[in-house]
T-cell receptor, first 111, second 121 residues
Framework: GQSLEQPSEVTAVEGAIVQINCTYQ??????LSWYQQHDGGAPTFLSY????GLEETGRFSSFLSRSDSYGYLLLQELQMKDSASYFC????????????FGAGTRLFVKA | DTGVSQDPRHKITKRGQNVTFRCDPI?????LYWYRQTLGQGPEFLTY????????KSRLLSDRFSAERPKGSFSTLEIQRTEQGDSAMYLC???????????????????FGEGSWLTVV
């Protein structure tokens, strides 16, 4: 089976930097994704890492270490609109592919 | 709107009734997924299709749940004899895989619909 661990809640102030960690245990691992979900909305894709290292997309960066089964999402210059739930998700497959989500981290951005 | 659309958005049903949800994926996407999400939890994988073939179904899914994608386009998820524990948001998602059995960078992105909220009373 698969398991993902991420903190349940993180609080930060506007303008700050926050890092959300994710550790996973899975077989057939292909990559790690991050999704954002606002209350009442659908999850939306943020980033995907298949290889070790850092991927940067604007204010958001994502990191993966396959040997450590670990990744993180880094959010810089936090804005109030970044208050949402953030899910790490592993892409796994043995011929087909599916994405398994963690329980999510609730980010609260304070003024 | 060219995104993933789901219908109905909200459904209230009595325990024991059957319900069906429909999903229309992004038109060129060949993979379609169903997830279930409850408050405070991440999306839970239910099943997925490559074109019309159902490639995997979660072992957590009871026999009361069935999904189809008859022509490789839209999909339906039916829940028979609903129970209160079925109350959740049912999310449909789609993605594009350009190579059979493999994925491209674009295939790693799953596009979700707005979900169908089910309340069983």
């Amino acid at each position: 089976g698969q398991s993902l661990e991420q903190p349940s809640e993180v609080t930060a102030v506007e303008g700050a930097i926050v890092q959300i960690n994710c550790t996973y245990q899975t077989s057939g691992f292909y990559g790690l994704s991050w999704y954002q979900q606002h209350d009442g909305g659908a999850p939306t894709f943020l980033s995907y890492n298949a290889l070790d290292g850092l991927e940067e997309t604007g204010r958001f960066s994502s990191f993966l270490s396959r040997s450590d089964s670990y990744g993180y999402l880094l959010l810089q210059e936090l804005q109030m609109k970044d208050s949402a739930s953030y899910f790490c998700a592993v892409r796994v497959g043995t011929g087909g592919f599916k994405t398994i989500f963690g329980a999510g981290t609730r980010l609260f951005v304070k003024a | 709107d060219t995104g993933v659309s789901q219908d109905p958005r909200h459904k209230i049903t009595k325990r024991g009734q059957n319900v069906t949800f429909r999903c229309d994926p992004i038109s060129e996407h060949n993979r379609l997924y169903w997830y279930r999400q409850t408050l405070g939890q991440g999306p839970e994988f239910l099943t997925y299709f490559q074109n019309e073939a159902q490639l995997e179904k979660s072992r957590l899914l009871s026999d009361r749940f069935s999904a189809e994608r008859p022509k490789g386009s839209f999909s339906t998820l039916e829940i028979q004899r609903t129970e209160q524990g079925d109350s959740a948001m049912y999310l449909c998602a789609s993605s594009l895989s350009l190579l059979a059995g493999k994925t491209t960078s674009s295939g790693n992105t799953i596009y979700f619909g707005e979900g169908s909220w089910l309340t069983v009373v």
